[in-house]
């Protein structure tokens, strides 16, 4: 047998075995439509009901793509920047007929990423105006330092009439954004912001953030509007919103 063989087998088998023992009918991954017995655990500590066992998808893109389905976002031809992309929605977003997709990345050193993404600065965007009709840049603003250049040049390179989707986590309880820009140490970070990476917290100032950058804001509380089984289904949470900005 050859060593491409060797090394394809056991990926292939466990592929088989997996599609057969989860394959169900409990849950239904809205992105690659396959059912399941469940969602698997995923996390720090691990939660239940989390990653699809199949394309891989979380909560959150789960909702992001409900969201762009509901609301028609995805038309043929359209001119996609994807931020920090998440693999499962990157697959599917490719596919899309005519699209032109570009994926972008900030690169740091010692980190790989998947062929043709670019390196991506969102404070200083190589491209011009009015350049792209959808926008996927979640979970992404509160790593950046200086997130009101980032909406800015995020605003600038949408198209008028373009949707960007700009998901953070959001602590409703604070007015306020809770931010100071000299703490850098990732323990005390991870006390204050929730993750030892983040710059800030937001708090419900988020959309006056955005709209301060030139948004008009939206706020989803998409699961609010779907009946709690479908909602399980989708495994999507309860506590998540979609926040998305248009031009
Ligand atoms: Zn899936």
């Given at each position: 047998m050859s060593g491409f063989l060797q090394r394809l087998l056991p990926s292939a088998l466990r592929t088989a075995i997996r599609d057969r023992v989860l394959a169900g009918d409990v849950v239904l991954c809205p992105i690659c439509e396959r059912g399941a017995i469940a969602y698997l655990p995923s996390g720090s500590p691990p939660r239940p009901?989390?990653?699809?066992?199949?394309?891989?998808?979380r909560e959150r893109a789960r909702m992001t793509w409900l969201f762009l389905k509901e609301r028609k976002l995805?038309?043929?031809?359209i001119r996609i920047l994807h931020v920090a992309p998440e693999t499962c929605l990157r697959e599917k977003l490719k596919a899309l007929p005519d699209v032109a997709y570009v994926a972008g990345d900030k690169h740091e050193p010692g980190y790989t990423y998947p062929e043709g993404t670019i390196d991506l600065d969102i404070t200083k965007i190589q491209f011009p105006a009015d350049h792209f009709d959808l926008i996927l840049c979640s979970h992404v603003l509160e790593h950046v330092p200086d997130d009101a250049a980032a909406m800015r040049e995020l605003h600038r390179v949408l198209a008028p009439g373009g949707t960007a989707i700009l998901m953070v986590p959001v602590?409703?309880?604070?007015a306020r954004t809770e931010e100071d820009l000299?703490?850098?140490d990732p323990k005390e970070r991870l006390r204050r912001y929730?993750?030892?990476?983040?710059v800030r917290l937001y708090g419900r100032d988020y959309m006056e953030r955005l709209q301060r950058a030139g948004f008009t804001v939206i706020e989803d509380a998409m699961t609010e509007r779907m009946e709690p089984e479908a909602v399980f289904k989708a495994g999507l949470l309860r506590s998540e919103v979609v926040h998305a900005g248009t031009k």
């Open positions: 009901h989390v990653l699809c066992p199949f394309c891989g998808s995805l038309r043929p031809g602590d409703m309880r604070n000299l703490i850098t929730g993750q030892f990476d983040h």
